[in-house]
């Protein structure tokens, strides 16, 4: 480290968002949460939405809550975006990726293109909630005609802060609207499926200094704010502390993503059918990855259970017989909201598993169909790539998890590291203190601060479980489809 900074990081979740302050410099770097917020979306008229008024209130909290700082950097969830008119005025609150809105789009979408055509293009797995399935489904409604640009989250809440439009590429390549041969906007896609170009502002890359704050905005000091790898995956993958190629990501919250990373994308028709997408990471990387449902399952169940004890119940799921019952986790059935318990219990009885008879049974049908859907998508991550792997870092929410972590590495028959558990707001810092010279060199460099300052654990496989997992990975959702495939 070269200099001493604070630089905060303003990180939006699917269910909360939070400013944390990173403090770096001596060879050291802290981390303090400045300031959390709920992200509750809101439902009107049928239409499942953001509350993105809500959320920028909870930033500007935060980001005063945080004091003076040099610089502010913006990440959340991918896919999801803000219209606005000519006059640079929001349209309406954004629709929120779980809205069913766009059911049977995608079926529409490849009839006309071709799945071939879009994969070749944008290299992105098919998932019902991509940008580009959204936007043909709000074709012809008023906001969409009238709107001016299109600001994907984090773009958006850049723009509150300082005035400027522009689009940063790795959330940008989530949207299956992106070219990642000519890296740049898919603008003979958008023409063929009727999405206006002109939508889409100019694109700039991680480390790019977007400008100084509105000073309107009465926030502490004159910070810029600096693009950071703007989807919370990208800014994961930064923030995983691994040493070499050989590795593979599991970045475990809400969704597991889980994948390796590449210097170039695998757009081969055995990538397409399984379901494998292509994202840019920074300096130059492409995340090949594939969405697993991830703790979602749980989080949903909790939230039917009301005042369940999360603790309690995962000492008591550690306990039930192993691998009794699993599901697919992938399933589309599972990705509303609703009843969750409901829902796994009907899935059991579908596929003729045993349905869970408590909800510690259901926590550990949760994480073992989770640890099974890592398992497959680390393997076949390999196959498809070429890139072997021989430890898996599992960081994010997740890493909490020390039963989910130890069924992964079973599962996987591969170490598993878990930690950092903020690696998306480290991520995030590392991006900025590097644009300010706080931390020189390349991705590998950033890579061994993490490895310096953050408590990370080890798991290693339990080899006498090997086979009863082999033996549960042909039961549910072997195929390896992916979500929505």
């Known amino acids: 480290m070269s200099a001493v900074v604070d630089v905060a990081a303003v990180d939006l979740g699917a269910s909360s968002g939070r400013v944390i302050v990173g ?20 439902r009107v008229g049928g239409t499942l939405h953001w509350d993105i008024l809500g959320l920028w209130r909870g930033v500007l909290d935060g980001l005063r809550a945080a004091g003076p700082v040099a ?71 008023p906001q969409l005609d009238t709107a001016d640009r299109l600001l994907l989250i984090p ?43 002109t939508l889409f502002p100019p694109l700039h890359a991680p480390g790019v200094r977007i400008g100084p704050v509105r000073p309107d905005l009465e926030l502490p000091g004159t910070p810029q704010v600096v693009a950071v790898a703007s989807h919370d995956t990208a800014s994961a993958v930064v ?32 990538s397409r059918r399984a379901n494998f997408t292509n994202e840019v990471g920074i300096d130059g990387t492409i995340r090949y990855l594939r969405n697993v449902m991830g703790l979602w399952l749980l989080q949903e169940s909790l939230r039917t259970w009301g005042t369940a004890d999360l603790p309690d119940l995962l000492r008591r799921a550690a306990d039930e017989p192993a691998l009794r019952s699993v599901v697919d986790p992938d399933d589309p059935v599972f990705l509303p909201p609703g ?51 021989d430890t898996v870092h599992l960081v994010g929410g997740g890493a909490r998890n020390e039963l989910l972590c130890q069924l992964t590495a079973d599962a996987c028959g591969l170490p598993v590291v ?68």
């Open 23 to 42: 403090h770096l410099g001596a060879g050291r770097m802290t981390l303090t949460e400045a300031y959390r917020f709920p992200n509750v979306p809101v």
């Open 71 to 141: 610089s502010i950097g913006v990440d959340s969830w991918a896919v999801d975006y803000g219209l606005l008119d000519a006059a640079g005025a929001l349209l309406g609150n954004p629709v929120h990726y779980r809205d069913a809105r766009t059911e049977g789009v995608a079926e529409r979408v490849a009839g006309r293109v071709g799945e071939e055509r879009l994969y070749a293009t944008t290299g992105l797995q098919r998932l019902p909630f991509n940008t580009l399935y959204q936007l043909v489904a709000a074709a012809g409604t």
């Open 155 to 197: 773009d958006l809440i850049t723009y509150w802060l300082t005035g400027r439009l522009g689009a940063e590429l790795t959330n940008a390549s989530t949207t299956q609207l992106y070219d990642l041969s000519r890296r740049a906007w898919a603008t003979d896609l958008m023409a063929e499926v009727g999405i206006p170009a």
């Open 239 to 270: 923030g995983v502390p691994a040493t070499g190629e050989r590795f593979a990501y599991l970045s475990c919250g809400t969704w597991s993503l889980a994948g390796v990373e590449l210097d170039t994308p695998v757009l081969t028709e055995a």
């Open 339 to 389: 009843d969750m318990p409901g829902r796994i219990a009907e899935a059991c009885r579908q596929t003729g598993e045993p349905v869970p008879d408590s909800r510690a049974a259901t926590v550990r049908c949760v994480l073992d169909s989770l640890a099974l859907a890592h398992r497959r998508v680390v393997r076949q991550a390999q196959e498809l790539s070429g890139r072997q792997v």
């Open 418 to 485: 878990a930690g950092p558990v903020e690696a998306t707001a480290l991520g995030n810092i590392l991006v900025q203190a590097r644009a300010a010279g706080a931390v020189r060199g390349d991705l590998p460099a950033l890579r061994a601060l993490l490895r310096e300052t953050q408590h990370l654990v080890r798991y290693d496989p339990r080899r006498d479980r090997a086979a009863a997992w082999a033996a549960a990975d042909g039961r549910v959702g072997g195929s390896g489809r992916g979500t929505a495939a």
